[in-house]
Every structure is written in structure tokens, then in C-alpha cells.
């Protein structure tokens, strides 16, 4: 008899050191979260200093920890998800048109991604110190960076050179050079305008601001409207002229910042991200100005690209039915 008690006793005390581990609120089992690489863009422009924001709130609400890197912007960010050396990023809503079909930057379809959520419009910068430079027509002759080759700037450079009748190889000269580096070339007078695609305000031109005087390139609503027609991933857009410092407020166009994930990232790790994301936009605010451009109605209007089941759950949950595969 006394055995026996003594078994039983030592049983009783398993389960409970058992249920201790599994958390003190009733002994349910707490999952664990994923160690998530989140690829964003070169580490002046917005994706990599918002990034990293969005990062550290999942980080720090969730049990999901999220890391982000820095990279070669959207192209580069879908080739790192489809090998595996990042589970979220970045891209630009027409960049991740081109590689669902197959068409500009891609040869063939790259359909192994999901979308998480749109986040902000992208604006197409065009950055000049000079201020004669006014319209995309006085760029003609001009040494101008379009971004790094291949890049999805560069098709946005190309879109709209396009329509104002400019070739990209015969009716500029073109260089082919990143955010930071194109900051630096206008600096040292090497060229006269830049394309950059990026969140306004962009840390590479904000930098350029603080002792030079910026100023960027409107486009007019007669070519807006051409571009438009033949593009319609575009929206047009203002930029304020306090962004920059500049003497007036600016015309352009925009593109989606959106994030994506693998398709096999879980659902608990996709959920987390959105939710600690969409129910913290005062505390992300507080961190970056682009937080204050999170609303449900754009997140969840992405349509090109499916979304992954774990952010699907959370827009049903607000009241929004999203496309998934």
C-alpha cells in the first residue's frame, strides 16, 4: 500500500510541474513563434527604416521575433523568399504584378509568395537640386539615375520617360545607381536628377535636404492621364512641400508598399504580424511618419496577388474578405 501512495504521489507531482511549464493561466500549452527574416531595401530608403519598426513592434507583442535585413529592394526580396533566406518582404505593388505573371522583371511566374497586407503609396521622386529642371521634359539630355538596373525603379523610370516621349538609353543620359548612391552623385554634381521610389519622406533625399536646397519634378495631368491608360497600377498622388522643404507641393504618382510572406510561413507567425501591426498604428506612428498611412481599407486591397491564410483570419475578423489561393 505504502507503494503504491508513493507512486501515485510522484504521478501527481509530474503533472503538475508538466502543467506548470505549459503556462499559469490553466496549464494550456503557449506555441511557439518564429525566428522571421523580414528583407526590406537599401538602408536609406523607407522600407528599411520602417521595416525595422514593424519589426520591432511584432517583436515586442507577439511571440513571433522578427529580424529585418537590409537588401536589393522588391526584385531582390522575392528571389530571397523563393530560396528561403527571408520569410517576409517587401515590394512594390506593380513589381509583384510583374513576377505573379511572369512579365519585365521576371521570365517566368514566381508564385510561391502571398500577400500579408498593403501598408502605404510609394512615390515616384524624381530629385533634382536644380531648380530649371521643373518638368520630366527638361530631363532630354540630361545625366539622370533611373535605379539600379533591373530594378523596379527602373520600370517606373521607364513608364514615365515613356510618357513624355523619352527614351531611357538615347534621350537622357542614364546611370544606374540606388537610393543612397544617387543622393550622393546629386551631391557631388555627377548627375542632375534621380528617380526614387520610396515612401515620402525618404531617408536618402531628407539627408540631401538638411544642406542642400531639393526640389522634385511634377508631372502634369495630361501625361498623368497617359500613364494611367497605359499603367493602371498608378495612382496619382501629392507630395506637401513641407516633405522637403520645398517651395511648393508636388504631382506624381504612387505606387503599393506591400509586405509578403512565404507561402509556407505558418498562420499563427502571418497573424501576428498583421494583428500587431493594424492594432498598434498609434504606437508604430510614434516611431515613423509612414505609420500613420495604416488603414484596413488598403491593406486589404490587394488584388493581384493572394493573401496568406494567417492575414485572411485577421481581415474576416475586422470585417474584410480578402482573396487566398
Excluded: W
Excluded at 114 to 120: F, R, V
Excluded at 215 to 240: C, G, W
Aim: proline share 3%; aromatic share 8%; net charge negative.
Amino acid at each position: 500500500m505504502r507503494k503504491k501512495l508513493c507512486l501515485l504521489l510522484c504521478a501527481l507531482l509530474t503533472a503538475g510541474i508538466l502543467a506548470g511549464c505549459g503556462g499559469g493561466d490553466g496549464g494550456s500549452a503557449v506555441s511557439t513563434g518564429g525566428n522571421l527574416k523580414f528583407s526590406t531595401g537599401n538602408d536609406q530608403g523607407t522600407y528599411f527604416a520602417f521595416g525595422s519598426v514593424l519589426a520591432g513592434q511584432v517583436s515586442s507583442t507577439t511571440n513571433t521575433t522578427v529580424t529585418a535585413i537590409s537588401s536589393g529592394g522588391s526584385q531582390a526580396n522575392i528571389g530571397a523568399l523563393s530560396k528561403g533566406d527571408a520569410q517576409l518582404g517587401f515590394v512594390q505593388s506593380d513589381v509583384m504584378a510583374y513576377a505573379y505573371n511572369g512579365t519585365n522583371l521576371f521570365t517566368e511566374p514566381v508564385t510561391d509568395f502571398s500577400t500579408i497586407a498593403a501598408l502605404y503609396m510609394e512615390q515616384v521622386q524624381i530629385v533634382t537640386l536644380n531648380p530649371e529642371i521643373r518638368s520630366v521634359a527638361d530631363l532630354a539630355g540630361k545625366t539622370v539615375s533611373v535605379g539600379e538596373a533591373g530594378s523596379g525603379v527602373y520600370f517606373n523610370a521607364l513608364d514615365i520617360l515613356s510618357a513624355y516621349g523619352i527614351d531611357v538609353t538615347s534621350g537622357l543620359n542614364p546611370v544606374y545607381e540606388s537610393f543612397g548612391t544617387s543622393a550622393e552623385s546629386l551631391q557631388d554634381g555627377k548627375i542632375d536628377a534621380a528617380f526614387i521610389v520610396a515612401g515620402a519622406p525618404t531617408t536618402a533625399v531628407t539627408s540631401l535636404s538638411a544642406s542642400r536646397s531639393v526640389y522634385l519634378v511634377s508631372l502634369d495631368d495630361e501625361h498623368i492621364d497617359t500613364l494611367l491608360s497605359a499603367s493602371p497600377y498608378y495612382t496619382k498622388t501629392v507630395i506637401p512641400a513641407d516633405t522637403y522643404n520645398m517651395p511648393e507641393d508636388v504631382t506624381t504618382v504612387a505606387v503599393g508598399a506591400v509586405v509578403i510572406a512565404r507561402d509556407d510561413l505558418s498562420e499563427d507567425d502571418a497573424y501576428n504580424f498583421v494583428s500587431s501591426v493594424f492594432d498598434n498604428i498609434e504606437t508604430i506612428t510614434a516611431s515613423h511618419a509612414k505609420g500613420a498611412e495604416l488603414n484596413l481599407d488598403f491593406a486589404s486591397s490587394v488584388t493581384s496577388v493572394p493573401y496568406h491564410p494567417g492575414a485572411a483570419k485577421y481581415f474576416s475578423e475586422k470585417g474584410y474578405t480578402v482573396p487566398t489561393k
